[in-house]
């Protein structure tokens, strides 16, 4: 079975850009989660989604957005991107919002490099 | 707000040998859980191990134990006859186990683990 998987892998854009970022789920996960990873640090929440509805928002601006579609996959877009934008953004996947017991699943991330 | 600390940047170990990694967290809920994540060059994180709050016996996978000290809010990782692939970022996580709103993972700031030949 496939994995989460994202894409693309990298990225480069250019200060006040847009750019979408993708994630497909585990067949049969419901649940998708966003997290900015910048480098030396641990994962920060971004987004939650659970069929289709926002769960969740962690503390980024307005920039920021997010959406779910009816096969579960989801889409981060970024608007008027920033230099302080560049980091990794992980996926994770999970059956239900909770992931009580599985857990989540994340995939290997999309590396954000703005210039 | 939940914090996560994680208080050793770096670590390192020789083969075999056994480490044991850091982590506390503050919290007033009382319903919990608690993960260790590897985070490989690869990148992508990979679930090590998982504590319930409500469980009082330790967390164990293989190699891989913790040392879960509840009223001290401590959550430590150890790892048994270290190898070569053990060699990773290591993130301590904490998410809610009830109530309203999103379960996300708050992470502390990982340690860098290197393993020694």
């Known amino acids: 079975d496939a994995g989460v998987t994202q894409s693309p892998t990298h990225l480069i854009k250019t200060r006040g850009q847009h750019v979408t970022l993708r994630c497909s789920p585990i067949?049969?996960?419901?649940?998708v989660s966003w997290y900015q990873q910048v480098l030396g640090q641990g994962p920060q929440f971004i987004f939650q989604?659970?069929?289709?509805?926002?769960?969740g928002r962690g503390n980024f601006p307005d920039r920021f957005s997010a959406r779910q579609f009816p096969n579960y996959s989801s889409e981060l877009n970024v608007n008027a991107l920033l230099l302080g934008d560049s980091a990794l953004y992980l996926c994770a996947s999970s059956t239900t919002y909770r992931a009580s017991y599985y857990g989540y699943t994340f995939g290997s991330g999309t590396r954000l490099t703005v210039v | 707000a939940q914090t996560v600390t994680q208080s050793q940047p770096e670590m390192s170990v020789q083969e075999a040998e056994t480490v044991t990694l850091s982590c506390t967290y503050d919290t007033s809920e009382s319903d919990y859980y608690l993960f260790w994540y590897k985070q490989p060059p690869s990148r992508q994180m990979i679930l090590v191990i998982r504590?319930?709050?409500?469980?009082?016996q330790n967390a164990t996978e293989n190699r891989f134990s913790v040392n879960f000290q509840k009223a001290a809010k401590s959550f430590s990782l150890k790892i048994s006859d270290s190898q070569l692939g053990d060699a990773a970022m290591y993130f301590c996580a904490y998410r809610q186990g009830s109530g309203a709103g999103s379960y996300q993972l708050t992470f502390g700031k990982g340690t860098k683990l290197s393993v020694i030949p």
């Open positions: 989604y659970y069929e289709k509805e926002e769960r």
């Open positions: 504590q319930e709050a409500y469980k009082q």
């Open positions: 067949s049969g996960h419901k649940s």
